[in-house]
Every structure is written in structure tokens, then in C-alpha cells.
């Protein structure tokens, strides 16, 4: 038990939709990442961020969107869906200090499948 | 790209060791070793993690060679439960920095 926790669990869509995905961190944890996962693949970063804030970004259009709020929660949103964005979404959040980061903690996951 | 290398599968018996090996031969000074595992469809599970010494926890314990160039994960005591893709990944510990997964080890465990 991560104490990472994601809604939905499932989720469909059609191409061109969007759709919002939602992540509650561990208390106290200041820094959220969310990956995509494909189907036989491993985790890629989306971005990351940190109060609030995007501090990191993987080699994702500009469709895939975030927030973070003070609560500790986030959300990823995705414009004009398409059928490959049909994945395993996962948040991991960690507390960032001034030595560094801890380790980041992951969800279970958010299964979207675009029709 | 992943900055690891590791075999695609391995198998181990129940209740015996299984060893599973990693090279990153790139890897920089400030750079740790992190272990993942994943179990089908779940989210990735956090095992251990080093920067020059051996470590141990509960789950397992993690062998960094002196060059560090690879490290070993041993689970001591296999299950059926630990049959999952395990995770490799070097990482700088900053604010920005990403977990680069690779295509991992899957490892079977049988009885």
C-alpha cells in the first residue's frame, strides 16, 4: 500500500473526446509524475510537477495537460483523444527536499481505452 | 533511452534465491540505482534502491559493484507472488529528473 490513489479505474472514450484522470498523493508529498504505458511496454514520463507547478516534461504534445493543487491531488488531462493514447495511466509522488528527492510511490493506475 | 541493461526473462524455483542482474556501465557519480517491480496491470511497486553500498530491506537486498557498473537484486527466498517485470533504472535524484524504464527482467517463479 502505496498510499497513491487513482480514479478512475477504467475508463472509455471515443477519439477526439477528452478526459480527466485523478491522483491523490501521500500526504506531505510535494512532487507528482505522471507515465504512460502502452500495452507491452514500459512506463514513459509525461511531465512532473511540483507545487503546482510543470518542472519536467517527456516527449508529449502539448494535448496532454496537468494540475496540481495544494491537497496533495492532481489531475492529467487529454484533448482530442486518440487511439493510441489508449493505456495505462500512473501517477508517483515523492517529497522533494532540498538534498533531493525521495522515491516516488505509484498508483495503481488508470486504464483508458479510446474507441 | 534506458541507461540499463538487463535480460529480457529469467525463471527461479520457489523458495530459492533469484538473482537478477543489471549493467550500467554509464552510470555518473550522483546517480543511484533504483529497483522496480511490476505485477500484471498493477502500478509499479518500489523494491530498494543504492548509491555505492550493498542495501538490504525487507523485500530484498541490492549488490552495487565497486566500479558500479552493474548491481545484482536478490530476492532470497522466491514466491509465486514475486513472478512480475522487474524494473532497472538509474536515476539522478533532482527536482525535473524522470524514471527511464527499459524493458525490464520479466522473471517466472515456479513451483
Known amino acids: 500500500e502505496t498510499g497513491v490513489t487513482q480514479s478512475p479505474t477504467h475508463l472509455i472514450k471515443t477519439r477526439g473526446q477528452q478526459v480527466t484522470l485523478r491522483c491523490s498523493s501521500q500526504?506531505?508529498?510535494?512532487?507528482v509524475s505522471w507515465y504512460q504505458q502502452a500495452l507491452g511496454q514500459g512506463p514513459q514520463f509525461i511531465f512532473q510537477?511540483?507545487?503546482?507547478?510543470?518542472?519536467g516534461r517527456g516527449n508529449f504534445p502539448p494535448r496532454f495537460s496537468g494540475l496540481q493543487f495544494p491537497n496533495y491531488s492532481s489531475e492529467l488531462n487529454v484533448n482530442a483523444l486518440e487511439l493510441d493514447d489508449s493505456a495505462l495511466y500512473l501517477c508517483?509522488?515523492?517529497?522533494?527536499?532540498?538534498?533531493?528527492?525521495?522515491?516516488?510511490?505509484f498508483g495503481p493506475g488508470t486504464r483508458l481505452l479510446v474507441l | 533511452d534506458a541507461k540499463t541493461t538487463q535480460p529480457p526473462s529469467m525463471d527461479c524455483a520457489e523458495g530459492r534465491a533469484a538473482n537478477l542482474p543489471c549493467n550500467h556501465s554509464t552510470i555518473s557519480g550522483n546517480e543511484y540505482v533504483y529497483w522496480y517491480r511490476q505485477i500484471h496491470s498493477q502500478g509499479p511497486q518500489y523494491i530498494i534502491h543504492?548509491?555505492?553500498n550493498n542495501e538490504t530491506n525487507e523485500m530484498a537486498s541490492l549488490i552495487i559493484t565497486e566500479d558500479r557498473k552493474s548491481s545484482t537484486l536478490i530476492l532470497p527466498h522466491a514466491t509465486l507472488r514475486d513472478t512480475a517485470v522487474y524494473y532497472c533504472i538509474v536515476l539522478y535524484n533532482q527536482a525535473g529528473t524522470a524514471l527511464i524504464f527499459g524493458k525490464g527482467t520479466t522473471l517466472s517463479v515456479s513451483s
Open positions: 500526504s506531505g508529498h510535494n512532487t
Open positions: 508517483a509522488s515523492s517529497r522533494l527536499l532540498p538534498q533531493g528527492r525521495e522515491t516516488q510511490y
Open positions: 510537477y511540483y507545487r503546482e507547478e510543470e518542472n
Open positions: 543504492g548509491l555505492k
